[in-house]
């Protein structure tokens, strides 16, 4: 198994030898979940862009950006692209209110990133800065996050956002991948309006000051079931016992979609 330890010594440097050793176990245990398959890799970008900005800022990312990110999914240099506004929250003036995923195949995929986001590949005759969205928005933050779970199949038009910090990395794996399960089944006997689940664990940025390191993400078809989930009344749940200890919830996010691109779309399934 090949560990990933190139952000370790940096870590060691700030958080001292016992939390270091518990990184490296995160590591090596979300890891070797995935050795055997190489698993998706997504850039998240979070975005502010002031209220008199946003009109203009949907109109260009749907109508120029979104068909570059389709161009790039059907020269298989992505798998999907979705744009996500966020639903309430804090620090509304300032805080980031968009959220951009930008999902490929395996690691490999970052290579091409910056030959993906070339205007001119896609609108040669128009002037880049019409397309432009810089000067209509600031990146709050650039996450590179690594698939390690999922459920269901049904792309989601909500998503509720789990943000978590890990402090016990084993019994963290050990819950989620029985939540997989769980979820699974519970989705497949339609006793929760969740539509799709995914785990992933934050690769970069990485360390003591970063609020999280793994994100939970449920799917719903409507607000009011990403706000408050409900299940069916018989429904078991599995052991939780030891949850609050693995992983300490930072903060929980509500995006709604705006628009996506993928490339089962692409391919009509």
């Given at each position: 198994?090949k ?11 700030t ?6 050793v ?12 995935v ?14 862009v ?14 120029y950006w979104?068909?570059?990110?389709e ?10 692209w979705?744009?996500?506004?966020k639903?309430g929250?804090w ?25 993906i ?19 209509l928005?600031?990146?709050k ?20 956002m789990?943000?978590?910090?890990v ?5 963290t ?5 029985n ?7 519970q989705m497949?006997?339609?006793?929760t ?8 664990r ?11 390191d793994?994100?939970s ?9 990403a706000?408050?989930p ?16 693995a992983?300490t919830?930072?903060r ?12 089962e ?5």
């Open positions: 198994m560990t990933q330890t190139h952000n370790l010594r940096a870590v060691i440097s958080v001292g030898i016992a939390q270091a518990a990184v490296m176990l995160f590591f090596c245990l979300f890891t070797g979940q050795q055997d398959v190489e698993a998706q890799i997504a850039v998240m970008q979070y975005r502010h002031p209220a008199e900005n946003v009109q203009e800022f949907v109109r260009r990312e749907t109508t979104s068909a570059i990110a161009k790039a999914i059907q020269e298989d240099k992505m798998m999907y979705a744009m996500w506004q639903v929250g620090n509304l003036d300032t805080g980031s209110n968009f959220l951009f995923m930008n999902v490929f195949a395996d690691k490999t995929g970052l290579d091409n990133v910056s030959g986001w070339d205007p001119t590949t896609v609108f040669p005759e128009m002037n880049p800065a019409d397309i432009s969205t810089e000067m928005s600031t990146t933050h650039m996450l590179v996050v690594e698939s390690i779970a999922d459920a269901g199949n049904e792309e989601p038009q909500f998503l509720r789990n943000y978590g910090k402090h016990d990395p084993e019994k794996l050990e819950i989620e991948m939540w997989k399960t769980f979820i699974e089944e497949e006997q339609g006793n309006t969740a539509t799709s689940w995914r785990f992933v934050v690769l970069t940025p990485a360390g003591a000051s970063i609020p999280f793994v994100i993400m449920d799917g719903f078809q409507s607000l009011s079931e706000v408050y409900t299940w069916a009344d018989d429904v078991e749940f599995p052991d939780m016992t030891g949850f609050d200890e992983q919830r930072d929980v996010s509500v995006y709604a979609r705006v628009k996506s691109v993928s490339r779309a692409e391919s009509g399934e």
